[in-house]
Structures are given as structure tokens and as C-alpha cells.
T-cell receptor, first 111, second 114 residues
């Protein structure tokens, strides 16, 4: 059973608009959450993270929101740019243990 | 500074053949990992190592073996390849000094088993 789920396999957004990528988890022991970005033929790269003691973390155009009661996190990209087109993976960790990844969401930003 | 490199980039094997994937990192990281990526499944951890000479099983270790003889290298072996092992394999590393979860990934190896 997948402990981290990304229910939308793909998302299409117009350039300049907001992109919202969602992630749900089932393990209440997860205490650190991350987003990784992956371009074709490359490995994933770390994008942004959030600790379970926070509900928001912002880094430039990227903001991650955490709703612990709903076991849900989301990544907001504002404004979206064509270069943001990639696959985004949500990941979670408990007590510094290994990462558990979601299945990924392919974001396409149209010019 | 090359980061994390993987050899080879592509490989086609017949069922029952063996092969070794090589991962090398030049960041002096203590931790190294092997993942496989399958459509809709995200990345799943196969094996990992917390230091030279140590290895441990991840989520999907069956059919794979690993070795970490040198700090900078982490080898993934398939002794008898099966079609179910057709996947993209990623190696990653992370530092004990930083966050373990901020992992640096290699470009991947695409393996097809026929």
C-alpha cells in the first residue's frame, strides 16, 4: 500500500498562472516532507522541504503547504514558467529514516 | 565536481544474464542509495549504505545485491536478470552533515530485460 500518493498523474497550466501539485500521505509518523523535480533523462533534484512543525515554507516562486490533520501537502508555483515543465515527486521521511516517494505528477506549462 | 555519475546509461539484457551498475560520487558523502523508478510507482529504494563496507535492504531488495568497498562507489548487481527488473535505476548520495533526505541523484540507467 502506497504511503505517499500523488493522485494526479499530470497537470497542464498556462504560463504565468499558478500551478498546484497535491500529495497525500497515510503514515502519521512522517515528520519531514520534500518535493523533488525531475527533467527527462536526468535524476531528480531537491526543490523544497517542510518540517511537520510548520505549515508553510516559501522559497521564491515555490511554496509548500502542509495540512497535518488532513495528511495533505501541496506545492504552489507562482507564476508558472515553461521551464517548470517536469515531473514533480513528493517524498516523506520519519525520524530521519529513508525517503518514501509518491508516484509523481507531470507538470506541463504552456507558453 | 561531477556530483553523482552512473555507468552505463543504457543496457539491454536477456533473461538470466547478470550485470553490475556502477555509481560514483565525488562529494565525500557517507550515505548512498539505489532506487528504481517505474511508471506511477515513484522511486522505490532497493538498497542503501550508511558508510564504506556497510549495506542494508530497502523496500524492494529481492533479486539485487550491492557492495560499498570504497566510500565513493556503490555497486548494484543483478545476478540473474528477469523482465520484472526492466526499469530506470537511480543512484543517490547524501551527507551525514546535512539533511539525509536532501539526496543528490545521478542521471539514471535505463535497463531493459527481454
Amino acid at each position: 500500500d502506497q504511503q505517499v500518493k500523488q493522485n494526479s498523474p499530470s497537470l497542464s497550466v498556462q504560463e504565468g498562472r499558478i500551478s498546484i501539485l497535491n500529495c497525500d500521505y497515510t503514515n502519521s509518523m512522517f515528520d519531514y516532507f520534500l518535493w523533488y523535480k525531475k527533467y527527462p533523462a536526468e535524476g531528480p533534484t531537491f526543490l523544497i522541504s517542510i518540517s511537520s512543525i510548520k505549515d508553510k515554507n516559501e522559497d521564491g516562486r515555490f511554496t509548500v503547504f502542509l495540512n497535518k490533520s488532513a495528511k495533505h501537502l501541496s506545492l504552489h508555483i507562482v507564476p508558472s514558467q515553461p521551464g517548470d515543465s517536469a515531473v514533480y515527486f513528493c517524498a516523506a521521511s520519519s525520524a530521519g529514516n529513508m525517503l518514501t516517494f509518491g508516484g509523481g505528477t507531470r507538470l506541463m506549462v504552456k507558453p | 565536481n561531477a556530483g553523482v555519475t552512473q555507468t552505463p546509461k543504457f543496457r539491454v539484457l536477456k533473461t538470466g544474464q547478470s550485470m553490475t551498475l556502477l555509481c560514483a560520487q565525488d562529494m565525500n558523502h557517507e550515505y548512498m542509495y539505489w532506487y528504481r523508478q517505474d511508471p506511477g510507482m515513484g522511486l522505490r529504494l532497493i538498497h542503501y549504505s550508511v558508510g564504506e563496507g556497510t549495506t542494508a535492504k530497502g523496500e524492494v531488495p529481492d533479486g539485487y545485491n550491492v557492495s560499498r568497498l570504497k566510500k565513493q562507489n556503490f555497486l548494484l548487481g543483478l545476478e540473474s536478470a528477469a523482465p520484472s527488473q526492466t526499469s530506470v535505476y537511480f543512484c543517490a548520495s547524501s551527507s551525514r552533515q546535512g539533511h539525509l533526505w536532501e539526496q543528490y541523484f545521478g542521471p539514471g540507467t535505463r535497463l531493459t530485460v527481454t
